[in-house]
């Protein structure tokens, strides 16, 4: 569906003022949604190896000789362990870095992640943002998924008629498990929580489930470590009985997979596995806890929102700690000011809504540096943030947050940012083609300067006091050591530590005779310290998960300040802790017998054949992009909206065809859609014939007439048969223009015109019947941000221009007008306050007649009963939850949100004037209002994923706007139920 949908939703924006056509879809997903930008077309050409098809755009035969190579050596790997073969090559896009990767049409991704499989055409994504090493490792990774979309649903297209999904552990797991390596990030979370009793638990459908929040889906971590119990426990061939027992496992029987494999039930499983988790943590039984000799400063979370300090930035004065964090209520990343002294959360200072960047940057990795960095005067902050294609150095006011000047950076991935102490530049890593180096940012000018240039695999900078020295971390062999170079001459450098283990994130004491740093020799993060002029080590901590960016208080290096990972969680913790002589691995002093270690080589080897290299042939097979959906939904007057949708593209998702079909009543309505995104310039093609109902206000030009029938006896059916060529180009993520030029035939009456013409008299002379030939343009932005729930805060706008064509006098001529505005305001802990205005006029000869009510646009007016050609209706909603999840005989409903409403709304036709009408009594006069509207309180749950309102609305009459809001009301509350998504 997720493909399906943009080509829809696209199709239902270009028609501007004439969405009114399309309701049904306009209620599936009511909002206009942010914009991919694809800031330049790859040129993709393709290469055949034994078991793979990789496609690439770079230009450098080496690079592909070493991709295919690894390719190979992953397919070797994998193939073996899990005895298994594939029976067609395994598309492998590759993406030069990971801001490439997110312009794929193919995949969504988001912030973080490393490479992507799918199901249905076995397609593998990754990017070239890591070390070989490592992405070495992510093939094995996403190729054993290919390997477990094969084992369980067969062939490519297999998953379209699946019934059999294994829990999440059994694909991460599996492919953790496959790499036969253990990150120490990886080892830091299953450890602590071994150590803090936080371990997740087995459920009887054999799932993996924790109580206790985690940094990352236990799927991964404690999959990895469960497959290696279960081979332990069961055998070298575990794996396959497992996996043959999931194959067999429909989602409509009782799954306990365990049971199947190896007839054991999933809680004896759980027992086991704890007790194994237990017994391989023991050696670190007796290692401390930094609450043992720190005192914690800064968030407690649940106490307060923030979790996870991410990284931290002492300032030149010491009193005071900036760090990143993750804020749980606003769902957002944020930087917190905490006092050294005691400990407090002194002020958010990036809290709040803002366009100026998209997120802030954050790693979980410490080896790759800091994440934020305090200027020598103590008045800026530095960090990284998106902004646009790649990420953009920010400086802001250290204590109010103000936005001092923003650089963008023409490289990927930037990290670890230092102020040189004269403060005119900064120092930072990132990526350009592939290549991880140092750089320097002149803050002036705004210059990038390379200052490495090299091969090497460069991390985390700082730079000594007197500005004389860089210290940084370059990978050597397997692991991260610290190296020490002329500020000037970075080509003399010199590796300071030696011994197995990492050396990472150095930094220089106040007074630049000593670098603090954080190494696992003993198989946890601990704080050391190397004396540059004695060359001795000292360790700080023996601890049992990981001490991380040491730093030592300016005016006494005696006290630390250093983040750990404890119970789940980075905390801020201050110490004066004492060195103790380190004699053991970490050393500053190379062996005797030292080899150069040995640079990364696949297993497997072989040469390029350069005639082999194809251009991609762009539009040529085309496959089934998902699963066709089902979809429905019910408007408040009962009318239930249902409809499928089915999508064919090429490998590359840049061409794509869609096939619409929904109904509603017996209104059937039918779109076949082209759509090109092959660049930032996107367009589409579509012909359709769509059929829509409302009800015409049959008494707005005769109220004498008002009580003879029913609203519902006035159904209009609207048909529209046309074809539209569109274009739609992003000028960022959150703005884009579109255009359209279309032709159109209107078939519109009453759906019982007899009874209503007997009734009225005459004919009601405002349906449209004909041809039209129109053009539209648009401007549209989305800054909305949205939870589980829907919009939480930003603001949405829509301007839409459209003008009918002169071509003759037999078709159909007007100019439409129309705004739509929306905000919302985010006022914490999920409650907001939602604004709506909605606005439309069509003008000329023979004028568009909009429609709209019930739902959430006027609650209190019967659904599509308010007909127009020149309106506006206005919400203000105040949303806020009540209860997270309930669980219920039909399931679970959740969350459930209550809101508070009002709406108004005024229309008119033509040049007649805007009025609507109230009859007391059969024996009364109606009486005249300018406009109308509803104010009450509703409830709002969640099922099968569908949002399902109950509302109790009071109508209100307003008798002039332009003498205020003075209303009338009439009547009890009315019960509105309705199915669809807020505005």
Not at 737 to 764: I, K, N, S, W
Request: proline share 6%.
């Amino acid at each position: 569906m997720k493909k399906i949908l943009p080509a829809v939703l696209l199709a239902v924006l270009a028609l501007g003022p004439l969405a009114a056509v399309l309701p049904g879809q306009v209620i599936y997903y009511p909002y206009y949604g942010k914009n991919r930008v694809l800031y330049e077309p790859f040129q993709w050409r393709s290469y055949k190896t034994e078991h793979f098809e990789i496609f690439f755009y770079e230009d450098n035969p080496e690079r592909l000789k070493r991709l295919a190579e690894m390719c190979e050596s992953a397919y070797l790997r994998v193939s073996g362990k899990l005895k298994h073969d594939l029976s067609k090559r395994v598309p492998l896009l590759y993406y030069l870095t990971f801001t490439d990767l997110e312009q794929s049409n193919v995949f969504q991704v988001s912030e973080g992640v490393l490479g992507v499989s799918e199901p249905l055409l076995f397609r593998t994504a990754v990017h070239g943002d890591m070390p070989l090493h490592e992405l070495q490792d992510l093939l094995v990774h996403e190729l054993s998924h290919v390997f477990q979309f094969d084992i369980l649903w067969g062939s490519q297209g297999g998953v379209l008629t699946a019934l059999n999904v294994p829990p999440l552990w059994a694909f991460e797991g599996l492919s953790e498990f496959a790499t036969g390596k253990w990150s120490p990030w990886s080892r830091l979370i299953v450890r602590d929580a071994i150590l803090s009793d936080r371990l997740p638990e087995i459920s009887e459908a054999g799932d993996l489930l924790s109580r206790y929040p985690l940094p990352r889906d236990p799927a991964y971590d404690f999959g990895h470590a469960l497959y290696e119990f279960l081979a332990e426990r069961f055998g070298p061939h575990a794996v396959r009985d497992l996996w043959a027992a999931l194959k067999n496992t429909t989602a409509l029987g009782k799954r306990d997979p365990f049971k199947r494999a190896f007839n054991v039930k999933a809680g004896e499983i759980s027992f086991d596995f704890k007790k194994y988790l237990r017994e391989r943590a023991r050696p670190f039984l007796l290692r401390e806890s930094p609450e043992d000799y720190s005192t914690p400063i800064g968030p407690a979370f649940p106490i307060n929102p923030y979790y996870f300090a991410f990284s931290h930035a002492l300032s030149p004065s010491g009193e005071v700690v900036a760090t990143v964090t993750f804020n749980a209520r606003d769902y957002d990343m944020d930087i917190l000011l905490i006092s050294v002294k005691d400990g407090k959360v002194m002020k958010n200072i990036t809290r709040g809504y803002t366009t100026r960047y998209e997120y802030l940057k954050y790693e979980i990795d410490a080896s790759l540096g800091r994440l934020l960095a305090w200027s020598p005067d103590g008045d800026t902050l530095a960090f990284f943030a998106r902004a646009g294609r790649r990420h953009a150095l920010f400086l802001i006011d250290a204590f109010s947050g103000r936005l001092v000047r923003k650089h963008d950076l023409d490289i990927d991935q930037p990290n670890g940012p230092c102020f040189t102490p004269d403060g005119r530049a900064v120092l930072m890593t990132g990526f350009k083609r592939g290549v991880h180096d140092i750089y320097r940012l002149d803050l002036k000018n705004g210059a990038l300067e390379n200052v490495t240039r090299d091969d090497e695999f460069e991390k985390a900078p700082s730079v000594s006091p007197d500005g004389g020295t860089l210290a940084f971390t370059q990978r050597v062999g397997e692991y991260d050591k610290l190296f020490l170079a002329p500020f000037g001459d970075l080509s003399r450098r010199r590796q300071v530590t030696f011994g197995p283990g990492h050396t990472i994130s150095p930094r220089f004491s106040p007074d630049g005779r000593m670098i603090y740093f954080s190494g696992d020799a003993r198989d946890a993060y601990n704080i050391y310290s190397l004396n540059l002029e004695s060359g001795e080590v000292l360790r700080y901590t023996d601890v049992q998960s990981g001490n991380f960016f040491p730093e030592p208080l300016p005016g006494d290096s005696r006290v630390l300040v250093f983040s750990s990972f404890n119970k789940s969680s980075f905390q801020l913790f201050r110490a004066e802790p004492r060195g103790v002589r380190e004699e053991g691995p970490i050393s500053s002093v190379p062996p005797e017998e030292e080899r150069p270690s040995p640079r990364f080589e696949p297993i497997v080897s072989f040469d390029i054949q350069k005639e082999k290299i194809e251009p991609y042939r762009g539009l040529g097979n085309l496959y089934i992009t998902a699963r066709p959906p089902v979809d429905a939904i019910v408007s408040s007057d009962g009318s239930i909206y249902g409809g499928s949708a089915v999508a064919f593209s090429d490998l590359m998702s840049d061409h794509q065809f869609s096939v619409v079909a929904y109904q509603v009543r017996s209104f059937r309505s039918y779109d076949l859609t082209y759509l090109n995104q092959r660049g930032r310039l996107q367009w589409m093609f579509n012909a359709f014939q769509l059929t829509s109902f409302y009800y015409p206000d049959y008494a707005y030009y005769n109220p004498s007439i008002y009580n003879t029938i029913s609203y519902r006896d006035a159904i209009a059916q609207r048909q529209m048969t046309g074809a539209r060529l569109a274009a739609y180009y992003p000028l960022s993520l959150y703005t884009r223009l579109q255009g359209t030029f279309g032709y159109y035939h209107f078939e519109e009456d009453y759906l019982a015109p007899f009874l209503m013409r007997q009734v009225q008299q005459r004919q009601y002379g405002s349906f449209l019947n004909g041809q039209l030939l129109q053009v539209s343009l648009s401007a549209v932005g989305e800054t909305t941000r949205f939870k589980n729930y829907g919009p939480a805060q930003g603001h949405t706008f829509a301007l839409t221009f459209s003008q009918a064509l002169p071509v003759s006098s037999a078709f159909l001529s007007n100019t439409n007008l129309e705004a739509d505005i929306r905000r919302y305001v985010y006022l914490g802990a999920d409650i907001l306050l939602a604004l709506r205005w909605d606005g439309f006029a069509s003008l000329g000869k023979e004028p568009f007649m909009f429609y709209f009510g019930g739902n959430n646009q006027v609650r209190s007016a019967n659904y599509y009963n308010i007909v127009c050609t020149q309106g506006w209706y206005f919400n203000a909603e105040l949303r806020l939850p009540l209860i997270n999840a309930a669980s219920t005989i039909i399931g679970a409903l959740g969350p459930i949100r209550g809101v508070v409403f009002f709406d108004a709304a005024q229309a008119k036709i033509r040049d007649y004037p805007a009025k609507f009408y109230y009859q007391a009594a059969a024996s009364s006069s109606p009486k005249e209002y300018a406009a109308i509207g509803s104010f009450g309180f509703g409830f709002q749950a969640f099922f099968l994923g569908l949002p399902v309102h109950l509302e109790f609305a009071k109508r209100l009459y307003f008798p002039s706007l332009a003498e205020g809001l003075s209303y009338e009301s009439f009547g009890d509350y009315e019960t509105k139920f309705w199915i669809g998504f807020d505005f």
